[in-house]
């Protein structure tokens, strides 16, 4: 069994993002890089598969040289080969999921794993699109997985609960957190990633229907006001939500 994972290159969630001078992209001045962490859940999950079924696992990230270090995070972790598909330039969803599909296809890969979202641009489309560029079963946000030989049960979230889906393979499968608790990369794991070699490919070229017009961070809040401390606040409090605010 061939088991794929993509994972994705993103700035660190605790990063001060600024706007670069272009106005259509984010400074990556000072900015620290990190594996996606939704992916960390979809790496876990590749390697068990591996475990319980044998076979080999690949993980495939598109995007520009500085990718390679997060594709030696999850051979740090345990995965067996990783690819680079070589791409500085910008691509939306669609143009990503039809590159990974390319690479997927070429790789002969029965499952495939997702975190179920990129915390960049949290479009969470990639998965879903890939799995209708090949023809493969999907199951998105995925919390608790059960894979036989014959058929998947999996548990997937949906507002106010869970959803128990079957599905069969080939499938492509986005990881929602809670799905497992991703092991850390050893020692032995980390010296092997370095020595290990990324293959890099070139991907197709593929046209973008979303176009980035403009970049901008969100207003600054107004500045609270205190109204008073006790109950003689209230009809002041009750005219602001009416008149200023709206919302009542």
Known sequence: MKIAVCINHVPDTAAKINISSDGKNIDSTGVTYVLNPYDEFAIEEALKTKEKFGGET?????????NK??????LAMGI?????LKDE??????????ALADEIKSQGA??????KQSVDYD????GQLVAELLGYNSVSTVVELNISENKIIAAREI?????????SLP????????????????????????????AEKQPSYYQNYVEVIEMKKPAPKQQGRILGTDVSAVSELVRLLKEEAKVI
């Open 58 to 66: 690949v993980a495939i990230s598109l995007g520009g040289e500085a």
């Open 123 to 126: 479009n969470s489309t990639v």
């Open 110 to 115: 029965e499952i495939v794993f997702f975190g």
């Open 89 to 98: 330039s910008y691509r939306d969803s669609l143009s990503v999921a039809k």
């Open 80 to 84: 067996d080969e990783a690819v680079l």
């Open 159 to 167: 507002e106010g609960g869970k959803e128990v889906v079957e599905t």
């Open 171 to 198: 499938v492509v499968i986005t990881a929602q957190k809670g799905l497992n608790e991703p092991r850390y990369a050893s020692l032995k794991g980390i010296m092997a990633a370095k020595k290990k070699v990324i």
């Open 69 to 74: 270090e997060t594709l030696r995070k999850a």
